[in-house]
């Protein structure tokens, strides 16, 4: 059996490279099984409970499916709909949830509730959003840049906008995967300070380079992969002149002029044309963004037969 059997992803500082490594290589076997309509019921009557403290469609869906196709069902869960709403504890919830179910997948408006989930928990527990974190956003955005890219070793990968969850994760896992990695804001100092030392420790280990910078321009330079996300997030407060200060950061045709070219434009969704991104740019031909969402479902499938039944594959050749 694998090692990430029985494992907790709260953050990608859970896993080692080898496991990180092992996830991606999983979910292309499994996205080859999917397209090919080959049957892969890894995870036959097993469960997930999912629940959600905020909206979500790709998390979702991308679970709910990933269950269903690997031979399981998951159960959504609203806290207005259980107990939760009416006070039961995380703790209780989480004791009760792993003596049904075979794992547990929560969004969450506070990381805490997360860790706290995981300590009262048996089954392992999956991170799908945290104000902090986004840990399965960033494995499909890897397995999307490996898939135009051929690899993630050597890409630079840029962030333009908003520090935040999808960002931070990205600042976990970039260095880590071999990738340069920059992040353009005017907000440098909202970028998570203990995250920024861990990922320049990864960047010296393997050669890598990260910058923050405030000047758009620097930022896009020789980028490969320009990335953006919502400029307020879910739950988000904001100063005054917030988005008029993120408004030289929208990807839109100049920037994109001013990375490499033929460089790609990912966004983790939902997006809003006209603000982080332009809509020429959204629907324009450098735009990867549905492949990166379709990967979401992929991803998905192989952190929970990895952490279920501690599988992990290898690619079958492609057929001619
Ligand atoms: N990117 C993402 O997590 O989307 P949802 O909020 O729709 O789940
Ligand atoms: N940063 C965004 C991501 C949504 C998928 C948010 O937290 O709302």
Same mark, same amino acid.
């Given at each position: 059996?694998?090692?990430?059997?029985?494992?907790?992803?709260?953050? !990608?500082?859970? #896993?080692?490279?080898?496991? !990180?490594?092992?996830?991606?290589?999983?979910? +292309?076997?499994?996205?080859?099984?999917?397209?090919?309509?080959?049957? =892969?019921?890894?995870?036959?009557?097993?469960?997930? +409970?999912?629940?959600?403290?905020?909206?979500?469609?790709?998390?979702?869906?991308?679970?709910?499916?990933?269950?269903?196709? !690997?031979?399981? =069902?998951? *159960?959504?869960?609203?806290?207005?709909?259980?107990?939760?709403?009416?006070?039961?504890?995380?703790?209780?919830? +989480?004791?009760?949830?792993?003596?049904?179910?075979?794992?547990?997948?929560?969004?969450?408006?506070?990381?805490?509730?997360?860790?706290?989930?995981?300590?009262?928990?048996?089954?392992?527990?999956?991170?799908?959003?945290?104000? #902090?974190?986004?840990?399965?956003?960033?494995?499909?955005?890897?397995?999307?840049?490996?898939?135009?890219?051929?690899?993630?070793?050597?890409?630079?990968?840029?962030?333009?906008?908003?520090?935040?969850?999808?960002?931070?994760?990205?600042?976990?896992?970039?260095?880590?995967?071999?990738?340069?990695?920059? *992040?353009?804001?005017?907000?440098?100092?909202?970028?998570?300070?203990?995250?920024?030392?861990?990922?320049?420790?990864?960047?010296?280990?393997?050669?890598?380079?990260?910058?923050?910078?405030?000047?758009?321009?620097?930022?896009?330079?020789?980028?490969?992969?320009?990335?953006?996300?919502? #400029?307020?997030?879910?739950?988000?407060?904001?100063?005054?002149?917030?988005?008029?200060?993120?408004?030289?950061?929208?990807?839109?045709?100049?920037?994109?002029?001013?990375?490499?070219?033929?460089?790609?434009?990912?966004?983790?969704?939902?997006? =809003?044309?006209?603000?982080?991104?332009?809509?020429?740019?959204?629907?324009?031909?450098?735009?990867?963004?549905?492949?990166?969402?379709?990967?979401?479902?992929?991803? =998905?499938?192989?952190?929970?037969?990895?952490?279920?039944?501690?599988?992990?594959?290898?690619?079958?050749?492609?057929?001619?």
């Amino acid at each position: 059996t694998h090692p990430l059997l029985g494992r907790d992803l709260l953050t !990608l500082a859970d #896993w080692n490279d080898t496991e !990180l490594f092992d996830v991606l290589e999983t979910a +292309a076997e499994l996205k080859l099984r999917q397209q090919r309509r080959k049957a =892969h019921p890894l995870l036959a009557n097993r469960t997930l +409970a999912m629940i959600f403290e905020k909206p979500s469609t790709r998390t979702r869906v991308g679970f709910e499916s990933a269950m269903v196709q !690997l031979g399981g =069902h998951g *159960i959504y869960l609203s806290p207005r709909d259980t107990q939760i709403g009416r006070g039961e504890t995380i703790g209780d919830t +989480a004791r009760v949830l792993s003596r049904m179910c075979d794992a547990i997948m929560a969004r969450v408006n506070d990381h805490a509730t997360l860790v706290e989930l995981a300590q009262a928990a048996d089954v392992p527990v999956i991170n799908g959003l945290s104000d #902090w974190l986004h840990p399965v956003q960033a494995l499909a955005d890897a397995l999307t840049i490996r898939e135009y890219f051929g690899s993630c070793q050597g890409v630079k990968l840029v962030y333009l906008g908003d520090p935040n969850n999808v960002s931070n994760s990205l600042l976990e896992l970039a260095p880590r995967l071999g990738m340069d990695f920059a *992040i353009g804001t005017p907000f440098v100092a909202n970028v998570d300070q203990h995250l920024l030392a861990q990922s320049r420790l990864q960047a010296a280990a393997n050669d890598t380079k990260i910058v923050v910078t405030n000047d758009p321009l620097e930022a896009v330079k020789d980028a490969d992969v320009l990335y953006t996300d919502v #400029w307020v997030s879910m739950g988000q407060v904001v100063a005054e002149g917030h988005l008029e200060a993120l408004q030289p950061f929208q990807i839109n045709a100049e920037l994109l002029a001013a990375a490499r070219a033929g460089a790609k434009v990912m966004h983790c969704l939902p997006m =809003h044309r006209g603000e982080e991104i332009s809509a020429d740019v959204a629907d324009g031909e450098r735009s990867i963004v549905f492949d990166q969402a379709e990967n979401r479902l992929h991803t =998905h499938k192989a952190v929970l037969v990895a952490t279920i039944a501690g599988l992990a594959l290898r690619r079958t050749k492609r057929l001619a």
